[in-house]
């Protein structure tokens, strides 16, 4: 190998990936080979929307956290307001994050729901309304987790600038009052 060529990053965490795409996959394999080999409607509907929500709740929980340091929920309060919840790794943390890792999280989370609105579209062309019911299903979870960890990296990103600011501010503070307290 040449010592001047750069380095070729790695994925840092390659099973999250490969089950991070694993699940996706095999919510729409299942949805696009099934037509072809089962003839039952409910069968479809029942495989493929828990393999979409176990892809969800997969991504949610565990790919988002590992692959790119976020994770999202939403809870309704008292009064009925739904309110956004976001956790996500300190700003060190989050600059040490493998680029690779989160470039596949990032693509996979956006190709997937493209291809469910191919599914929907294809769908409506067909005039097949049940399955445009599975589909939307899995085109509404994958929506739902675009979403979330969009509101998410927006929050992490406003959380990391306030940090910067309160230190920045910190830090000049005690320079004026070392400056003054010499004086």
């Not at 095999?26 to 039952?40: E, K, P």
């Not at 300190?90 to 890792?101: F, I, P, V, W």
């Not at 997937?112 to 769908?123: C, D, H, Q, R």
Request: glycine fraction near 4%.
């Amino acid at each position: 190998m040449d010592s001047m060529q750069p380095p070729v990053e790695n994925y840092a965490n390659p099973r999250t990936c490969l089950f991070h795409v694993l699940f996706k996959g095999a919510a729409l394999a299942f949805y696009i080979l099934s037509a072809l080999f089962i003839d039952s409607f409910v069968i479809i509907f029942v495989v493929t929307v828990f393999l979409a929500a176990l892809d969800f709740w997969v991504v949610k929980n565990v790919s988002g956290r590992i692959l790119v340091g976020l994770r999202w929920w939403n809870e309704i309060n008292e009064e009925g307001e739904s309110i956004w919840k976001f956790e996500c790794l300190d700003q060190e943390s989050l600059a040490r994050m493998n680029k690779k890792d989160s470039w596949l999280f990032w693509w996979t989370l956006y190709l997937t729901a493209v291809a469910w609105l191919f599914l929907a579209i294809f769908s409506l062309l067909r005039f097949q309304a049940d399955y445009l019911l599975v589909v939307g299903v899995c085109l509404t979870l994958s929506i739902a987790n675009i979403v979330g960890f969009t509101k998410c990296r927006k929050d992490a990103k406003k959380q990391i600038q306030q940090f910067a600011t309160q230190t920045i501010a910190s830090r000049f503070t005690s320079s004026l009052q070392t400056a003054f307290s010499v004086v």
